[in-house]
């Protein structure tokens, strides 16, 4: 195997709702997350609420939070989010562990709540200490910070008094919160990204609202699009130098045979995940999409300067996360779909699945890379991938995680294929959930990505105690020959 490039961004990454806990802790103020139980396979979690009239409510986070409802935290039950698996109290621990694994790189993100309580023009400067310390403690090992301003991250507050992103109000009370942590990081961090998934944001978990229809989400999704470009432009006053990304979930679909309406339909469902990024990286509203909102009567309400702004604040790089791909079959029931990144999915035919039911798919990650590249010719950064596995803990400790080192192995060699072969710029690798945490689909602990365990099972019950497992040496192993050694 061909070394990767001098340089190369290998490490991990997590997200602050899914591993920091915290949640009320050093000046953090509720977040929408928050309020978002367990779950698991069988169990979708629940978003709870306590109505205008002082009813208390609980609803699935593909139905709609009535409109004047509050987040609320339910005595006894459990969220999560509030301990996730503790890097809170844990951080200089697990640092010293991805050090040890020789991580150059490890991304991140920043609860916003920690900064500005409620998601207001205020500073916690108790949370800006919080995360320079976690940054000074990366510096201190060579690792790279790549730091994720929102990761499914909406303040309860502004949830729930402005209604999250469908109020232009939003947009000003990220920027404040943008501007402090650029300023307060500015010679430290390198590496950003706007939002996580921008793809797959919608209703109150990710965008604040109180409804999901497509015109309140679409009109919501222009405000974190405005959001993202004015981030990137003051990212850039700043400090010139930052490299600026967006974040996108690449869910590639093929059709399942040659029928031209399975062709088209899997070009519609690849559009759907290029828009986000016609609009980030080339900085407009794409043909296909002005068709789309004319066709089902949606009106984007823009204020001057708008799209012009959208342009000036395109972005550096394409962050994205890729775990598997689907297939479009337009004669199949919808009843034999699988939930893959949290959107309902028909599964290749021929492919594994994981315990999850996502389908395994390495060539396609270098179609990905491909695709992605042939069409926007900016680097692209891998700041997510990995298998979703349950792991097993052997009498005397151990962890054999073959099928996990197998998934990103196989991973590895097509992010190869794909720089050596196809010509490719790829900035990075930081394989998702590189310790364990609670997933962001279904809510458990026991869906686990993890080089390094955590003793804590869905119910948030276990001594957090961390182990490696296999795969911690295995990936050690790659990160010091730079790629070359995978076996
Ligand atoms: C992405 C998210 C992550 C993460 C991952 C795995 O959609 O950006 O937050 O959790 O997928 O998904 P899950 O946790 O549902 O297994």
């Given at each position: ?14 997200a ?156 000003d ?38 409804s ?12 974190v ?46 559009r ?37 702004l ?15 791909t689907?297939?479009?079959?337009v ?39 491909s ?71 279904t ?30 040496d ?6 010091e020959?730079n ?5």
């Open positions: 195997m061909k070394k990767f490039p001098d340089g190369f961004l290998w490490g991990g990454a997590t602050a709702n899914q591993y920091e806990g915290g949640y009320l802790s050093g000046g953090k103020t509720l977040a929408v997350a928050d309020v978002f139980t367990g779950g698991d396979q069988n169990n979708p979690r629940m978003v709870s609420f306590k109505t205008k009239d002082g009813e208390v409510g609980r609803v699935t986070s593909k139905e709609s939070v009535p409109e004047g409802a509050t987040a609320h935290v339910i005595p006894d039950q459990y969220y999560p989010s509030h301990v996730a698996t503790d890097f809170y109290h844990h951080w200089k621990e697990d640092i010293a562990l991805f050090a040890e694994m020789g991580f150059k790189s490890y991304r991140f993100s920043i609860n916003w709540t920690r900064i500005c309580p409620d998601g207001l023009q205020e500073v916690n400067e108790e949370g800006v200490q919080f995360y320079g310390d976690v940054i000074d403690e990366l510096l201190k090992y060579g690792i790279e910070p790549v730091i994720t301003l929102n990761h499914f991250d909406m303040p309860a507050h502004l949830a729930d008094v402005y209604d999250g992103w469908s109020s232009r109000e939003t947009i009370n990220f920027l404040f919160y943008c501007d402090v942590v650029f300023n307060a990081y500015k010679d430290k961090v390198k590496y950003w990204m706007t939002f996580n998934e921008i793809n797959i944001l919608s209703g109150y978990t990710k965008l604040g609202i109180h999901n229809d497509p015109q309140t989400t679409y009109q919501a999704k222009h405000h699009f405005v959001a993202s470009a004015k981030a990137v432009e003051l990212g850039r006053q700043i400090n010139p130098d930052f490299e600026i990304g967006m974040m996108v979930c690449y869910l590639l679909n093929y059709p399942i045979d040659s029928k031209p309406e399975n062709v088209f339909a899997s070009l519609q469902f690849n759907d995940l290029e828009f986000y990024m016609d609009v980030q990286v080339n900085g407009e509203y794409p043909h296909y999409k002005l068709k789309e909102f004319e066709r089902e009567g949606i009106e984007i309400k823009m204020e001057d300067g708008d799209l012009e959208l342009k000036r604040g395109t972005v550096d790089y394409i962050g994205f996360s890729y775990y598997m689907s297939v479009s079959d004669y199949a029931s919808e009843e034999g779909r699988v939930i893959g990144n949290q959107m309902a999915v028909h599964t290749n035919p021929y492919l594994e699945v994981s315990d999850w039911g996502w389908a395994v798919d390495p060539l396609g990650l270098r179609v990905a890379l695709k992605i590249y042939d069409r926007y010719r900016v680097p692209m950064f891998i700041v997510e991938n990995g298998l979703g596995a349950y792991d097993t803990v052997e009498e005397d400790g151990s962890i054999n995680d073959d099928y996990r080192i197998n998934y990103l192995r196989d991973h590895i060699k097509a992010m190869n294929d794909a720089i050596h072969l196809d010509g490719v710029e790829l900035l990075g690798y930081t394989p998702w959930g590189c310790i364990d945490l609670v997933s962001a689909g809510g458990e602990m026991e869906k686990r990505y993890g080089f390094i365990h955590i003793d804590l099972d869905n119910d948030g019950n276990g001594d957090m105690s961390r182990s490696k497992k296999k795969s911690f295995w990936y050690k192993q790659v990160i020959s790629g070359e050694n995978l076996d």
